[in-house]
């Protein structure tokens, strides 16, 4: 069964800094891509950040660009989100996931941030 279970949320005031995680397990981690998505209310999910399956590549949405980092490990079957300089307009849930072009995407449960003062 896979899981994926994101932690490292939480509330933070403007120009501070969070670290999130999403381990895994019940897949083989090295082989898929993985992805943070952030929603808020009566919003679409958005894709924030991507990283291939090698860790070689990445891709971020313009709004978080310089401020964002993805990394993996793939030996420890975890995926981080590295926030910068958050805002109050970061402020959402924050969703992981494990997707491959066979195998399909997996999604974990979320974890919310919530940049305020």
């Known amino acids: 069964q896979v899981q994926l279970v994101e932690s490292g949320g939480g509330l933070v005031q403007p120009g501070g800094s969070l670290r999130l995680s999403c381990a895994a397990s019940g897949l083989t981690f090295s082989i898929f891509a993985m992805s943070w998505y952030r929603q808020t209310p009566g919003k679409e999910r958005e894709l924030v950040a991507f990283?291939?399956?090698?860790?070689?590549?990445?891709n971020y949405a313009d709004s978080v660009k310089g401020r964002f980092t993805i990394s993996r490990d793939n030996a420890k079957m975890t995926v981080y989100l590295q926030m910068n300089s958050l805002k109050p307009e970061d402020t959402a849930v924050y969703y992981c996931?494990?997707?491959?072009?066979?195998?399909?995407?997996?999604w974990g449960r979320g974890t919310l941030v919530t940049v305020s003062s």
């Open positions: 990283i291939q399956s090698s860790g070689g590549s990445t």
């Open positions: 996931k494990a997707g491959h072009r066979n195998l399909g995407d997996f």
